[in-house]
C-alpha cells in the first residue's frame, strides 16, 4: 500500500499532473526553483524525497519509477473523478 503524501507533496505531483495533462506528455522531471520567485514546496520536496519519489538535483527534481508510477495514478483519480 502506497504512503499517503501531505498536501505540501501533493501540490508537486499536482503540478507535473497538469503539465501532463496540458502536454500530453509524461512528466518525468520537474521544476523545483524556476529563479523567477515561484518555487515547490520544501517541505514537499524534502517529503517526496524520502519516500523515494524523487530525486533532486539544484532546481530540478527527477521522478523515481515509484514516483512516475504515483504521478500516472494521481492522473487516472483526476480522470475517475471527472
Known sequence: MSQKLSDHALSILTFAAYHSLVSGEAVTRV???DGKGHKADSAGVEEL?????????????????????RLAGLIEAIRQSA
Not at 51 to 68: I, K, M, P, V, W
Open 31 to 33: 521544476v523545483l526553483d
Open 49 to 69: 524525497e524520502k519516500a523515494g519519489l524523487l530525486n533532486e538535483t539544484g532546481d530540478r527534481g527527477t521522478l523515481t519509477d515509484s514516483g512516475t508510477q
